[in-house]
DNA sequence: ATCAAATTAAAACGTAAGTTTGAAACGCTT
DNA sequence: AAGCGTTTCAAACTTACGTTTTAATTTGAT
């Protein structure tokens, strides 16, 4: 009837990315952490050394994956269209993380979150560990972006999937960001059916919009 | 010939505006900020009550002035322009944060990093005391991007308000965010003028995009 | 059932954080 | 020069942090 207890870790790491999200690193203690998650204090250092490890097995956890699958959509896409289409490789981006955020069981919204917001806190762990370990991802996207959109200078085809990126990274993100500034409950709504319907659209506009001069 | 020593309170306010958007504001300590300052330790808690409320003068001092060119611009252009264009809105926000990127003395780029930093944080201090004041800012963007774009309905014009203001943000903030993504230097070498260049053109285009049935 | 390894538990350690205190130094008016 | 409010300073205080230690307990193979 009622679902097994995860184990220790399990619970360290489930607990950990919530508060990570909602805190921040340096705002998340581990009294916090294991607290909630009913563990004792030690069992953090015990399983995953320190903190700062912990937050890498937090991140890696879902990163992976999310990468994978996105990798594995690309090659899908690759042999479905001779012609790379634009929609098509923003699509291979944002299914995967949609298909997550729709996930409870892998963290649901939240690891999303938590990347979105590790990024523009520009942690050391994402500069050095991860960034490395992903630059197939990087090269992968660069490239099909290229072959896309093969009348961009290397300059503007940056600078547009950077744009691309970053809106839709704060889109999945869901951070109330911008309710500052949009005000209506609808964007707080976050249906993440409805954030795709909007957002590729949005992001495909300004991808293929007219070579600047 | 050496610019003379600003006062205290000054010297603080600069230091911090540096320290949080590098470090965020939880890794920023209190002797940090006054060592660099060459301030006394007890001076923060002195002139400014406590670190809650230095992050909040950081924050107003120069959100304040930046909201104040953007209603002014605003103002300009419906005054010139009869039915009010997309590119022509999103000008009278990015031109503001263009000037403020590129004056030293009013924190140059640092600002607009701490204030996209702290929209993703989503701190408290920005969801209780500065959100509120400045429901103005909020309300005369929205009524003026319902004017410049009356196909939209008031959903789908959200979400554009949400996108655009997330990727304006970001491009300005230059978190070197997507440099995972995009790896060249061309965008870490962050000219404001390019960005611009770029920004605005991706920006329209996502705005102007055909309404989604 | 036994024993070694893996895990949990309680407590303490050392450090660094934000804040407070009370005296010294300064700047200004008289 | 004296007096007074403002500002600076060194030092201490309290609290919370990440981590370590040591012992108790559980687990799993023999």
Not at 130 to 157: C, D, K, N
Not at 174 to 200: E, H, W
């Amino acid at each position: 009837m009622e679902a097994s207890r995860p184990d220790t870790a399990t619970r360290i790491l489930d607990v950990s990315e919530r508060l990570f999200v909602e805190h921040g690193f340096e705002a998340t203690s581990l009294r916090m952490i294991t607290q909630q998650a009913e563990v004792n204090l030690a069992a953090v250092n015990y399983h995953f050394g320190s903190k700062d490890a912990l937050f890498e097995s937090v991140f890696m956890r879902r990163l992976a994956p999310l990468i994978a699958s996105c990798l594995a959509e690309l090659d899908e896409l690759e042999t479905r269209e001779e012609k790379l289409s634009v929609e098509g490789l923003v699509t291979t981006f944002i299914r995967p993380c949609l298909a997550l955020s729709k996930d409870p069981a892998r963290g649901g919204a939240l690891f999303v979150r938590l990347l979105s917001r590790t990024l523009v806190e520009n942690h050391r762990l994402l500069r050095e560990t991860i960034s490395q370990q992903y630059s197939v991802f990087v090269q992968r996207y660069s490239r099909a972006f290229h072959l896309a959109l093969p009348e961009l200078g290397v300059e503007e085809l940056a600078w547009r999937m950077h744009f691309a990126f970053s809106v839709m990274f704060n889109a999945f993100a869901g951070n109330d960001v911008l309710k500052i500034f949009t005000r209506s409950q609808i964007v707080s709504a976050r249906d993440p059916d409805m954030i795709v319907k909007y957002l590729v659209p949005f992001v495909v506009a300004g991808l293929v919009s007219p070579v600047q001069r």
